[in-house]
């Protein structure tokens, strides 16, 4: 199953950059990833979602959505239930980077998200832009 979901991950991400950010300050963030029986262990987060500037739940959200899994924040660390690896965690923190923190307009991280009624924004601080983030369910 984890297989399947690296492949197809790996070619959805082959076109993208190496880097997201080009400035070391926003240097993406790579996951401490710890299988644990039948559980994935993110150790480090918490870490990863205020380098971010966004809330480990969100970031979890995502998570779950994308693998089709379930999980919890758990202190400062991630437990998600199910088998994935290292590789497949830093591709889904580099996506959830250009879904929800890059601003679409000038391209730069420093954005935060606003939320009006159902709708989610990413604003950004640098250009001003607000753009509309894809809702998370
Ligand atoms: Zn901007």
Known sequence: MSYDYEA???????KMP?????????????AEVAAIGSKTLINNFKEIASRLNRTPNHLLKFMVRELA???IVEDSRASLNGKFSK??????IIKYIKDYVLCNSCNKPD??????????FIVCEVCGAKNPAKTLT
């Open 18 to 30: 190496e880097k997201v950010f080009k400035s070391s300050k926003y240097e993406t963030p790579k």
């Open 87 to 92: 590789e497949v965690i830093d591709e889904l």
């Open 69 to 71: 899994t379930s999980g």
């Open 8 to 14: 197809l991950l790996q070619r959805g991400f082959s």
């Open 111 to 120: 954005t935060k998200l606003a939320k009006e009624g159902r709708l989610t």
